[in-house]
């Protein structure tokens, strides 16, 4: 397992938990952060893993965003290559082959929300705050925020979010479905080890597919979906667990799928 300065990934039962780790800048993303992600999610990838956890180091932030020290500067050039990395870290948590869990700890704002909607499920501590807060920078969220967060909470509310850089707290984020779980802030690493511990125990290949399917939503025309859609279905029919899965129900025992 390769080791980087700011981010963690440990691999265990099929499980992989991505912590960005620099808790004195609030696991804040500055450039070397970003590089280690993308290298980390490849390496889970490749490492086969069948569910991965997304969270930060520290008892107070999830991910305070992109690393405005680093930004202040920046010309448009530079914005441009840094808004880059930031969307193929976003996209690489949309487009990994099994789920992706956020387990929002802390603060997430700017980036650090925006990594949270690429994920596929978020669950929030009680303590966690979230927002896309770009506006009071004078910026506008640029890793995927525009994009991912209407379909997650509505149109009007993500309007709401992006131009009074609103800061909501866990309940109001569930409220509004911008997390989908909120346990007591001690509960959370247990209740989110526990899920992808049952999401990495079903079947591979059917669950990579759910996830191919449930995306293309978002990528295009709703026809194109449902299309899509009826191709991978199909395509599941032969395997062992779909084989398995059907006998196992009609014969009254449990699955033992691949
Ligand atoms: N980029 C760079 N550094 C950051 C950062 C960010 N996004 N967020 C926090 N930090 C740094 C702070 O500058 C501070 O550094 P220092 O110890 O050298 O002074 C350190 O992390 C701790 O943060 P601090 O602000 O002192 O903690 P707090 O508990 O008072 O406040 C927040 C926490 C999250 C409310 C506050 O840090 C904040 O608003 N951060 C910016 C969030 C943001 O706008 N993100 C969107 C970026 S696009």
Redesign the pocket.
């Known amino acids: 397992m390769s080791e980087w300065n700011t981010v963690r990934l440990e691999l265990e039962d099929d499980v992989a938990t991505l912590t960005v780790d620099r808790p004195?800048?609030?696991n804040?993303l500055n450039v070397e952060t970003l590089h280690a992600l993308r290298e980390a999610i490849a390496e889970a990838e490749a490492e086969d893993a069948r569910a991965l956890v997304l969270t930060g180091a520290g008892e107070?932030?999830f991910i305070?965003?992109?690393?405005?020290?680093h930004m202040r500067d920046l010309s448009t050039a530079e914005a441009q290559e840094y808004a880059e990395l930031g969307h193929e870290v976003a996209d690489a948590l949309e487009s990994f082959p099994a789920p992706v869990i956020a387990a929002i700890n802390g603060?997430a704002?700017?980036?650090g929300c925006e990594f949270a909607l690429a994920c596929d499920l978020r669950v929030a501590s009680e303590n966690a705050v979230l927002g896309q807060?770009?506006i009071?920078?004078g910026?506008i969220p640029g890793w995927g925020g525009t994009q991912r967060l209407s379909r997650i909470v509505g149109d009007e509310r993500a309007r709401r979010l992006v131009f009074f850089g609103e800061r909501v707290d866990a309940q109001d984020a569930h409220e509004m479905g911008l997390v989908g779980e909120v346990v007591a802030h001690d509960n959370l690493e247990e209740r989110v080890s526990r899920m992808a511990s049952d999401l990495a125990e079903r079947p591979a290949f059917a669950m990579r597919a759910a996830k191919e399917a449930l995306n293309q939503v978002h990528e295009e025309p709703q026809s194109a979906g449902l299309t899509y859609e009826r191709r991978l279905w199909s395509s599941l029919f032969g395997t062992h667990d779909q084989r398995e899965g059907m006998a196992a129900f009609l014969e009254e025992r449990d699955a033992e799928f691949e």
């Open positions: 004195d800048r609030l804040a107070t932030a305070a965003g992109a690393d405005i020290g603060y704002f700017g980036g807060t770009e009071d920078l910026i």
